[in-house]
């Protein structure tokens, strides 16, 4: 009997601080109108001060272990998809361990911009089919308020906080991930990028004078990789699943713009009943758009048993993955 790596538990976390659309008109030249037609967004959540990466990340974690019955000393591995640590070192896994008391656990952190969670559990599906008795927690964790120039208006309105989780063990039967698909194009990273704080530019007062310490994008550059990249992988993990259009109960994914995701569900074909939106009530999250956004469909039963299930991301680096997975 085929054994597959299943998802038994979702968690959420997200601020309580809620930055509306109506606060940004006071802080910079925008509008609630000009954010919602372009972006979709109307609030994003900001973490507040003290309130760190892992924070949210443990909160997720711990919602989703409960949802699973699943305690943290049973763990055998924990990954975090993430670009916004606490630190450089130790990684944010190596903190959710330590404050889960998951004390059999290996950690790590992948870093894969808004593709981050896929990519992570991509690693957890490998993991756990080779050792079905495996337990992995994945996590999609940022706090991107703290690279966001809070100056630029294209960008600010878009970015914001939050971590979703998700907890896989092996599972006998047909139910489960079917394939994972991941990509990169390293070619193009000066389209979206945080050029400052690593080792090629570490802090120094003209690298913050310059602003390299936030996220700087090129929109419309972006936006045409994005939809190529999306459409392309959706299409290539179908193909790998022997499933066709029809066959999608649900897609998720990533909640970078609404323009990326309309444009998207026209191209495959998809009523909006099948495609997950709620990039109006968070923003863009990057690596915890996606397992947010499982946790709410899970909590809200829009899975159900046996249902077909794409998840598609794309991101900075750029990087972009695909994951089909029977509920």
Known sequence: MTIRAKIVGTGSCVPEKVLTNKDLEQMIDTS?????????????????????????????????????????????????????????????????????????????????TCSGFLYSLSVADKFVRCSPDSKVLV?????????????????????????????????????????????????????????????????????????????????????????????????EALDASGWTLEDIDLLIAHQANIRILEHLRERLSLPKDKVFINIHKYGNTSAASIPIALDEANRKGRLKAGDKVLMISFGGGFTWAGVTMKW
């Not at 045409?224 to 392309?232: D, G, Q, T, Y």
Request: charged share 25%; hydrophobic share 45%; glycine share 10%.
């Open 139 to 235: 996590i999609g964790s940022e706090v991107l308020s703290r690279r966001t120039n809070w100056q630029d208006r294209t960008t600010c309105v878009l970015f914001a906080d939050g971590a979703g989780a998700a907890v896989v063990t092996g599972a006998r039967g047909e139910n489960g991930i079917v394939s994972t698909h991941l990509h990169a194009d390293g070619s193009v990273w000066e389209l979206l990028t945080i050029k400052g704080l690593g080792t090629a530019h570490p802090v120094d007062e003209s690298i913050l004078e310059k602003g390299w310490q936030y996220i700087e994008m090129q929109g419309r550059d972006v936006f045409k990789h994005a939809v190529k990249a999306l459409e392309s992988v959706a299409f």
């Open 32 to 112: 609630d109108e000009w954010i919602t037609t372009r972006t979709g967004i109307k609030e994003r959540h900001i973490a507040q001060e003290g309130e760190n990466n892992s924070d949210l990340a443990v909160g997720a974690a711990r919602r989703a272990l409960e949802m699973a019955g699943i305690a943290p000393a049973d763990l055998d591995l924990i990954i975090v998809g993430t670009l916004t640590p606490d630190m450089p070192m130790p990684s944010v896994a190596c903190l959710v361990q330590k404050e889960l008391g998951a004390k059999r656990a290996g950690a790590m952190d992948i870093s894969a």
